[in-house]
């Protein structure tokens, strides 16, 4: 079955950094794309970024672009989002999901970690 299991998150001060992981079960990066999704209190879960297996990158919100990256270790089975000059508004809950492909909607994602909290203060 696969899993996914993200770590990394806390407390960050403002123009700060942090890097989330997201593991995955064996061979998973193969077949699909990764996509990490955030949910701030009381807004709607959005899409951030996302890699396809092949490494090409989407970015989807245009707040994190210049200050989030994404990356993929394939040895490692876990793909990264590097977060620099933190914002309190990157205030949220952090996912991973996994895909066949890259997609906005986070309907088009099949399989979900348990997300990882990131917040975002001074």
């Known amino acids: 079955q696969l899993q996914l299991v993200e770590s990394g998150g806390g407390l960050v001060q403002p123009g700060g950094s942090l890097r989330l992981s997201c593991a995955a079960s064996?061979?998973?990066?193969?077949?699909?794309?990764i996509g990490w999704f955030r949910q701030a209190p009381g807004k709607e879960r959005e899409a951030v970024l996302c890699i396809r297996p092949s490494g090409s990158k989407f970015t989807y919100a245009d707040s994190v672009k210049g200050r989030f990256t994404i990356s993929t270790d394939n040895a490692k089975n876990t793909v990264y989002l590097e977060m620099n000059n933190l914002k309190p508004e990157d205030t949220a809950v952090y996912y991973c999901?996994?895909?066949?492909?890259?997609?906005?909607?986070?309907?088009?994602?099949?399989?979900w970690g348990q997300g990882t909290r990131v917040t975002v203060s001074s």
């Open positions: 064996a061979f998973i990066l193969d077949d699909y794309s």
């Open positions: 999901a996994a895909a066949r492909g890259c997609y906005y909607r986070r309907s088009d994602y099949d399989y």
